[in-house]
């Protein structure tokens, strides 16, 4: 939400008088939003499994240089959970769900957001109680 209320102050002040594209900023806003989710859920199940918060954020650090070069092949990026949060706040004249086509949005990012989701849900209820 800061970002967008950032993009329309900024924009304000330049003098850009052209109508606020509140549909393409809401967009990628809310997309980028939902491409952090398998993020989200494998830092969540690396700290049930870990103590220290280094190893937690180095796996996701890990996960996460690799997209700069993911993001830059058009056979490998598509398919790299990590590199979604790029492709869904990049605006194109591709029409789809959050600029990406629907299947890429269902089966990447949703897709290992549930397989990441379950595998820390039966991971947490495996786990002793002490």
Same mark, same amino acid.
């Given at each position: 939400?800061?970002?967008?209320?950032?993009?329309?102050?900024?924009?304000?002040?330049?003098?850009?008088?052209?109508?606020?594209?509140?549909?393409?900023?809401?967009?990628?806003?809310?997309?980028?939003?939902?491409?952090?989710?398998?993020?989200?859920?494998?830092?969540?199940?690396?700290?049930?499994?870990?103590?220290? $918060?280094? &190893?937690? #954020? !180095?796996?996701?650090v890990?996960? @996460?240089?690799? +997209?700069?070069?993911?993001?830059?092949?058009?056979?490998?990026?598509?398919y790299?959970?990590?590199?979604?949060?790029?492709?869904?706040?990049?605006?194109?004249?591709?029409?789809g769900? $959050?600029? &990406?086509? #629907? !299947?890429?949005?269902?089966?990447? @990012?949703?897709? +290992?957001?549930?397989?990441i989701?379950?595998?820390?849900?039966?991971?947490?209820?495996?786990?002793?109680?002490?």
């Amino acid at each position: 939400m800061i970002y967008g209320v950032v993009v329309y102050i900024i924009g304000t002040m330049n003098g850009y008088e052209e109508v606020f594209p509140l549909l393409v900023v809401l967009k990628m806003i809310i997309g980028g939003w939902l491409a952090t989710f398998p993020m989200i859920a494998i830092q969540l199940w690396a700290a049930m499994n870990w103590r220290s $918060f280094a &190893v937690v #954020f !180095t796996i996701n650090v890990v996960l @996460t240089l690799p +997209s700069i070069l993911a993001i830059n092949s058009e056979r490998y990026g598509p398919y790299y959970p990590w590199a979604q949060a790029f492709f869904m706040m990049y605006v194109n004249d591709e029409t789809g769900m $959050f600029f &990406v086509p #629907f !299947t890429q949005f269902l089966f990447i @990012t949703c897709g +290992s957001f549930i397989l990441i989701f379950t595998l820390g849900l039966l991971s947490f209820l495996r786990k002793s109680i002490s």
